[in-house]
């Protein structure tokens, strides 16, 4: 079993700046085969890919949406990932999650995740 910790949610202007993290615990998590995912879900939407990061090799992937704004990261030693958000846009804020699963061939989808964490709530204001 894998349990996935998300913090760093919160409220902040249009064109600010904000930092998510998610926390991984669990012996299963394999660092050469699992990749971490963050996914968000606005009210009446679908859940929607942001980034994903494949742990072995640090190889990152962004949604076209917020490419350029967003950047994912790993600490290896702590067992986190982090996603920094820069520039926010009102329709940035949803509920984000963090997720992982083992050997993801398509990031975007999130059906290829095994794992979910409880999701943390970012709110962007105008």
């Known amino acids: 079993q894998i349990q996935l910790v998300e913090s760093g949610g919160g409220l902040v202007q249009v064109g600010g700046s904000l930092s998510l993290n998610c926390e991984v615990f669990g012996r299963t998590f394999n660092r050469y085969r699992n990749t971490v995912g963050w996914f968000r879900q606005a009210p009446g939407k679908e859940r929607e890919f942001v980034a994903a990061?494949?742990?072995?090799?640090?190889?990152?992937a962004y949604s076209d949406s917020v490419k350029g704004r967003f950047t994912i990261s790993r600490d290896n030693a702590k067992l986190t990932v982090d996603l920094q958000m820069n520039g926010m846009k009102p329709e940035d804020t949803a509920i984000y999650l963090c997720a992982t699963g083992r050997d993801v061939i398509a990031n975007e989808i999130s059906s290829e995740y095994d794992y979910w964490g409880q999701g943390t709530q970012v709110t962007v204001s105008s």
């Open positions: 990061i494949r742990w072995e090799r640090g190889s990152t």
